[in-house]
């Protein structure tokens, strides 16, 4: 069934196995124009741009996915049911909950804990936990060795709120789940990939720390979080 609702490729092979997610589309533009060689721009539906290039001579795509649990489960449903992707590692940025961590940190998600039913409702999967690819976050720990960048790993958040009226509930989640920090879309991305028998990983930047209110600007958020990238698209040729 392609091209799809929301991704207008018409033939298949145009989006390579390995995509890689961030939830700013601009971000998937900066990947494309700063690091992929001889970029192709395949998706602009809804602004949600996507582009299939080479790293290293190998072929990677990278996609936004917008932003919370519905829109990435829309996009990576779409791309692993019906456009043959295999693996999905989604670059994003989070808030860190654990005040060690500290801004622009590389996190690798081992499971994401949500209060979200996106799991059940989708495909009878229940559990508030579920993890991230073992095989696939092997290689990105082998890729961010490679490279000598420090990657901090852990149980994460996916938050359906971004504006919690209570500022403190975080305590709670971090002491009584573990989780070191909260982002808003990998609950659903690796949900999708355990129902459909694909990989899915998640390397997050520290934009922003709950537990010392330190933040990065949007500006930042869109362009400088540079390691989290060398460390996606290596692992994603390894
Ligand atoms: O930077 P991205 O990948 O969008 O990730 C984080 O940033 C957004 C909130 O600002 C949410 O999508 C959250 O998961
Ligand atoms: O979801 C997110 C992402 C970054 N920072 C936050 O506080 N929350």
Redesign the pocket.
């Known amino acids: 069934m392609i091209p799809t609702p929301h991704i207008e490729v018409k033939e298949q092979g145009v989006i390579a196995s390995t995509v890689l ?4 589309p601009l ?1 998937a533009k900066f990947i494309a124009e700063n690091y992929l060689e001889d970029a192709v721009q395949f998706n602009q539906v809804r602004g949600m741009y996507g582009y299939t290039g080479t790293w290293k001579g190998k072929r990677v795509s990278v996609m936004g ?4 649990m519905p ?2 489960g829309i996009y990576s449903y779409e791309l692993f049911a019906f456009y043959q992707v295999e693996n999905i590692i ?6 860190a909950y654990a005040p060690e961590l500290k801004l622009y940190d590389v996190l690798l998600a081992t499971e994401a804990w949500s209060e979200s039913t996106y799991a059940k409702v989708q495909g009878g999967v229940e559990g508030q936990v579920l993890p991230a690819s073992e095989a696939l976050n092997k290689k990105l720990v082998q890729a961010a060795e490679g490279l000598g960048i420090p990657l901090r790993t852990g149980r994460i958040h ?2 359906d709120v ?1 504006y919690r009226q209570d500022h403190e509930a975080f305590k709670d989640i971090r002491d009584k789940e573990g989780c070191i920090a ?5 609950f659903a991305l690796f949900a999708n990939a355990r129902i459909l028998g694909k990989k899915a990983s998640c390397i ?2 520290v ?1 922003d720390s709950l537990a010392t209110r330190e933040a990065t600007t949007s500006g930042e ?1 869109q362009r400088s ?1 540079t390691k989290m990238m060398d460390v996606a698209l290596q692992g994603a040729v390894l």
């Open positions: 997610m961030p939830g700013d971000r996915s917008g932003m919370g829109s990435i989604r670059v994003g940025s989070c808030g996916s938050s971004f909260v982002e808003m879309e990998s997050l930047t934009s958020r979080f």
